[in-house]
Nanobody
Framework: QVQLAESGGGLVQAGGSLRLSCAAS????????MAWFRQAPGKEREVVAA????????YYADSVKGRFTISRDNAKNTVNLQMNSLKPEDTAVYYC?????????????WGQGTQVTVSS
């Protein structure tokens, strides 16, 4: 059974940092693109960052460039999202996702989500 299990969410003050992890299991993801999405109340789900598992090439939304870093750990089969200089507008439920190939438009697997709350 394929699972994406997020961890690391929580409450932090503006300017602080959090590190999210996504433990992937149940299949090999070497041909997948792994992505972090977020959804704030009343807003659409949006992609935050993505990484191609095989090459390590990355993508960042403009709103998080320079503050967030996505990485993968092949040995642990995890994808991490280091979030620095957090802002109240980063408050959302963050989801890990896996998409076949080089884009994140067709998601095969979703995690259950982890809440990130940034207080001002």
């Amino acid at each position: 059974q394929v699972q994406l299990a997020e961890s690391g969410g929580g409450l932090v003050q503006a300017g602080g940092s959090l590190r999210l992890s996504c433990a992937a299991s149940g299949r090999t993801f070497s041909t997948y693109t792994m992505a972090w999405f977020r959804q704030a109340p009343g807003k659409e789900r949006e992609v935050v960052a993505a990484i191609k598992w095989s090459s390590g090439s990355t993508y960042y939304a403009d709103s998080v460039k320079g503050r967030f870093t996505i990485s993968r750990d092949n040995a642990k089969n995890t994808v991490n999202l280091q979030m620095n200089s957090l802002k109240p507008e980063d408050t959302a439920v963050y989801y890990c996702a896996a998409a076949p190939g080089s884009s994140w438009y067709q998601i095969d697997y979703w995690g259950q989500g982890t809440q990130v709350t940034v207080s001002s």
